[in-house]
T-cell receptor
Framework: EAGVAQSPRYKIIEKRQSVAFWCNPI?????LYWYQQILGQGPKLLIQ????????DSQLPKDRFSAERLKGVDSTLKIQPAKLEDSAVYLC??????????FGPGTRLTVL | GQQLNQSPQSMFIQEGEDVSMNCTSS?????WLWYKQDPGEGPVLLIA?????ELTSNGRLTAQFGITRKDSFLNISASIPSDVGIYFC??????????FGTGTRLKVLA
């Protein structure tokens, strides 16, 4: 079974620029998550989807972050405009029917 | 956001030693997951626990779901250098939302 795919793996941008991350979940996993992981900390949930609907986006900075999962499969996370404090690893994860969560390799974002 | 209390925060051990770490929560969980994260990579699932008292092994790793459903333990036996990394626990109270521990940084001295 293929794992969670993410791209790009690395991205360097300047502050105030825009950036987008892509996630392809494990086939059949209806629940998809985007996390932000600051160096030295555990993952922090940004948004949770159930199929193509948002379940929880309470910690998503909506003035600059947006996410979508239009067809209930792939998902994109966008930051516009980026700030220095957005430098982090952005992790996509999906939940199996047996209540197990699997992570992708992450996208490491550096904002200069 | 809410986080679990995970301890120890970091540890240095000699190769061959056993390692123990734990997570505690103020809330009851239905599921406990243990992950290992290497630098530059996403967390990799090690063990999943689904009911109170459950004891599950994966090679040299053993994890237990606490009877109170508010804690979990991970043990690594006979540690080797490749065990180095950050170990995270995560709990799910049934809302499909996982809460993560603060991580245990393990360093193994050869």
């Amino acid at each position: 079974e293929a794992g969670v795919a993410q791209s790009p793996r690395y991205k360097i941008i300047e502050k105030r620029q825009s950036v987008a991350f892509w996630c392809n979940p494990i086939s059949g996993h209806a629940t998809l998550y985007w996390y932000q992981q600051i160096l030295g900390q555990g993952p922090k949930l940004l948004i949770q989807f159930q199929n193509n609907g948002v379940v929880d986006d309470s910690q998503l900075p909506k003035d600059r972050f947006s996410a979508e999962r239009l067809k209930g499969v792939d998902s994109t996370l966008k930051i516009q405009p980026a700030k220095l404090e957005d430098s982090a690893v952005y992790l996509c994860a999906t939940r199996s029917p047996t209540d197990t969560q699997y992570f992708g390799p992450g996208t490491r974002l550096t904002v200069l | 956001g809410q986080q679990l209390n995970q301890s120890p925060q970091s540890m240095f051990i000699q190769e061959g030693e056993d390692v123990s770490m734990n997570c505690t929560s103020s809330s009851i969980f239905n599921t406990w997951l243990w992950y290992k994260q290497d630098p530059g990579e996403g967390p990799v699932l090690l063990i999943a626990l689904y009911k109170a008292g459950e004891l599950t092994s994966n090679g040299r790793l053993t994890a237990q779901f606490g009877i109170t459903r508010k804690d979990s333990f991970l043990n690594i036996s006979a540690s080797i250098p490749s065990d180095v990394g950050i170990y995270f626990c995560a709990g799910n109270s049934g809302t499909y939302k996982y809460i993560f521990g603060t991580g245990t940084r393990l360093k193994v001295l050869a």
